[in-house]
């Protein structure tokens, strides 16, 4: 029997590409550098913010935004149902308990009903994925007035109301 294998998270990367790559290994300088400096650069001018950060990966960003809010134990950071293991992770590195909820059916995305019944009083952060390119609906989640953490990873670019999603 032949197997089909469905390429999930290959990367595609044309010829440019693959020089820029080799160019960033050819500089010995592959965590830091003029790069990097040019992606922070050009990205915060992309989101229309005043700073962008690169890390090594989205865990880190999550980890690094929980510190920043000063979670940590005995607090609840509400997470959707249905999204990789490293919203969980980042909540367990800062020892706070990840509550996860339902996502809606339409969109995949974090259900704010869910949100609302999970809340109580040690509810510090909600992390939001914006799923497939999908804005979840950050409206809805602000009227709780509890910090909200936006996981742009799938949705770069996505616009909800006219702005961009990770500018909540």
């Known amino acids: 029997m032949k197997k089909h294998l469905i390429e999930h998270s290959k990367p595609t990367l044309d010829t440019v590409e693959y020089k820029k790559i080799l160019n960033i290994l050819k500089s010995g300088q592959i965590a830091q550098g003029p790069q990097v400096i040019k992606f922070e650069t050009d990205f915060s001018r992309f989101m229309s913010v005043k700073d962008a950060v690169a890390v090594n990966c989205g865990l880190s960003a999550l980890h690094l935004a929980l510190l920043a809010l000063g979670i940590g134990k005995n607090d609840e950071v509400i997470i959707p149902s249905y999204v990789c293991t490293a919203l969980f992770h980042a909540v367990q590195y800062v ?6 909820v ?7 995305n974090i259900s704010s009903e869910a949100v609302k019944r999970a809340i109580t009083k040690k ?46």
């Open 95 to 100: 020892q706070a308990k990840a509550v996860n």
């Open 102 to 108: 339902d996502v809606n059916l339409h969109d995949g």
């Open 123 to 168: 509810t510090k952060a909600i992390i939001v994925a914006h799923m497939f390119g999908c804005p979840a609906d950050i409206q809805a989640l602000k009227k709780f007035k509890i910090p909200i953490i936006e996981d742009c990873a799938q949705a770069i670019g996505a616009k909800q109301q006219g702005q961009l999603v990770g500018g909540c």
